[in-house]
Antibody, heavy 122, light 108 residues
Framework: QVQLQESGPGLVKPSGTLSLTCAVS?????????WSWVRQPPGKGLEWIGEIYHSGSTNYNPSLKSRVTISVDKSKNQFSLKLSSVTAADTAVYYC???????????????WGQGTLVTVSS | AIRMTQSPSSFSASTGDRVTITCRASQGISSYLAWYQQKPGKAPKLLIY???TLQSGVPSRFSGSGSGTDFTLTISCLQSEDFATYYC??????????FGQGTKLEIK
């Protein structure tokens, strides 16, 4: 059973950088899956942020691309998210998730972390 | 980006009811659609993928149908544990993957 666990600061100052890590257990990050970040502002819907493959290939949401970096650490079986120049609009629960790829690289999300709330405030 | 629109945004129902939630894509997405259930304070849970394929362990009272632009999620006999918010997600084209705005199912 694959498990994902997010970790990182729960409070980030405006204009700062949000940094989160997702630890993967029960499976290898080097498997044939992509690893994603999804966020959910309080009381709102889900927004896909981006994803990474164990090779280091990434895809990002164009709306966030200029501020997002996703990286992978195969030795620690984890991947990370950095979001720069944050504002209050980036306050959200951040989830990491595993994507099952079908028909190439597109896919859906079968395993999710429990989520971590990140608040942007001074 | 492909826009996903769910209807209704919320509604009330009773245990034992049969309910249907609709998801419409702004362009054709074949059958590249997934449905998720989310309970308060919890992560989304995958229910259905490929528009109609039930994820392992999901009760058979859940079913999905549709292709192209119009999709439905049906719960045949509502149980108390089914009251939650449901999201559709397209994976036909990305980036970005996009979700519907959610349908909140409440107890009448």
């Amino acid at each position: 059973q694959v498990q994902l666990q997010e970790s990182g600061p729960g409070l980030v100052k405006p204009s700062g950088t949000l940094s989160l890590t997702c630890a993967v257990s029960g499976g290898s990050i080097s498997s044939s899956n992509w690893w994603s970040w999804v966020r959910q502002p309080p009381g709102k819907g889900l927004e896909w942020i981006g994803e990474i493959y164990h090779s280091g290939s990434t895809n990002y949401n164009p709306s966030l691309k200029s501020r997002v970096t996703i990286s992978v650490d195969k030795s620690k079986n984890q991947f990370s998210l950095k979001l720069s120049s944050v504002t209050a609009a980036d306050t959200a629960v951040y989830y990491c998730a595993r994507k099952i790829a079908v028909a190439g690289t597109v896919g859906y999300f079968d395993y999710w972390g429990q989520g971590t709330l990140v608040t942007v405030s001074s | 980006a492909i826009r996903m629109t769910q209807s209704p945004s919320s509604f009330s129902a009773s245990t034992g009811d049969r309910v249907t939630i609709t998801c419409r894509a702004s362009q054709g997405i074949s059958s590249y659609l997934a449905w998720y259930q989310q309970k308060p304070g919890k992560a989304p849970k995958l229910l259905i993928y490929a528009a109609s394929t039930l994820q392992s362990g999901v009760p058979s009272r859940f079913s999905g149908s549709g292709s192209g632009t119009d999709f439905t999620l049906t719960i045949s006999c509502l149980q108390s544990e089914d009251f939650a918010t449901y999201y559709c997600q397209q994976y036909y084209s990305y980036p970005p993957y996009t979700f519907g705005q959610g349908t909140k199912l409440e107890i009448k």
